[in-house]
């Protein structure tokens, strides 16, 4: 699973760059923030490689969440103009349609991960 997890992050942080190279606008913002939270589903499995989908995609949203809204505080906008890193982990400014993209992306990544299991538990051995 730890595997799968990585090359699952890899490809999300491709599909990402990529979005953004080819699109822009609200679309690139919206599956910018969907694919941030299939990022956190992937490092969230990465860390605890037997989590079920349900609970994976409720702590990615969660963590996808507090980050949005740590952003109320001013601190993200602050350490982001001192750090790519920061700015690309934390992002900079509250933003409510967020909210329901990383609810979109966990909701995705749940369901190819519970595709995937499913198909891996269909397997003939």
Known sequence: MRAAALVAAVVTVTAGLGV???????????AGDALYTVLVYA??????????????ALAAAGLSWAVELFQLT??????????TLARLVLGST??????????????????????AARSWRSRPR
């Open 43 to 56: 490092l969230v499995l990465l860390a605890v490689p037997r989590l079920r989908p349900l609970p994976a």
């Open 94 to 115: 509250f933003n409510p349609p967020d909210l329901f993209w990383y609810l979109v992306g966990a909701a995705a990544a749940a369901g190819l991960h519970a595709a």
């Open 20 to 30: 953004r190279s080819v699109a822009g606008g609200e679309f690139a913002k919206a």
């Open 74 to 83: 001013g601190v993200p906008d602050g350490l982001g103009r001192r750090s």
